[in-house]
């Protein structure tokens, strides 16, 4: 299976500054097929963006996801309240699909 | 709008049963691969399985390979997971979601809790 490794684990930050998180895979994302979710507690996670790049219905252009084979990222321009959350990269390239491990983003 | 709903979690004792079901609407839901995600207490978030459209191809997480069986009824708008043997580590919360790229829709979860 292809595991994703995210880093940094936490990311402290004040609102306003800019964002990366990195995802990295074992092995080539088939397809690019990359996306990101943000998880903030009690609530249900939310995509932020597929294939690599594409943001999904509703989401704000402050985010921003690259990369292609094993490297990816995604870019948070500046940080709004609440951007503060848990963010995982997913590859659904080949199965079994799977998550890195996660980065917090916390108000520093 | 797409709206997934997870309902059957609970209490169930080391390697018991439980059936998990994902009720569907507002999308079509029998040309939509759809998927199972659990997250464990102060965990990250892991796959567990999948199903494509039809149900012609399923996925499973090694962890639950053998115990755990996908299932889907088009007709009805509903996705299934029969979870047998469960073990501790198996308590979570359980997330439906469409498999759409990616996991584009995910519903609240259902807590499902192993223990004795």
């Known amino acids: 299976e292809i595991v994703l490794t995210q880093s940094p684990g936490t990311l402290s930050l004040s609102p306003g500054e800019r964002a990366t998180l990195s995802c990295r895979a074992s092995q080539n994302v088939d397809n690019n097929n990359l996306a990101w979710h943000q998880v903030k507690p009690g609530q249900a996670p939310r995509i932020l963006i597929s294939r690599t790049s594409n943001r999904a219905t509703g989401i704000p252009d402050r985010f921003s996801g690259s990369g292609s084979g094993t490297d990816f990222t995604l870019t948070i321009s500046r940080l709004e309240p609440e951007d503060f959350a848990v963010y995982y990269c997913q590859q659904y390239g080949r199965p079994p699909w799977t998550f890195g491990q996660g980065t917090k983003v916390e108000i520093k | 709008q797409v709206q997934v709903v997870e309902s059957g979690g609970g209490l169930v004792k080391p390697g018991g049963s439980l059936r998990l079901s994902c009720a569907a609407s507002g999308f079509t839901f029998s040309d939509s691969y759809m998927a199972w995600i659990r997250q464990a207490p102060g965990k990250g978030l892991e796959f567990v399985s999948y199903i494509t459209s039809s149900g012609g191809y399923i996925s499973y997480a090694d962890s639950v390979k053998g115990r755990f069986t996908i299932s889907r009824d088009n007709a009805k708008n509903s996705l299934s997971l029969q979870m047998n043997s469960l073990r501790a580590e198996d308590s979570a919360v359980y997330y439906c979601?469409?498999?759409?790229?990616?996991?584009?829709?995910w519903g609240q979860g259902t807590l499902v809790t192993v223990s004795s």
């Open positions: 979601a469409r498999a759409k790229s990616g996991l584009d829709s």
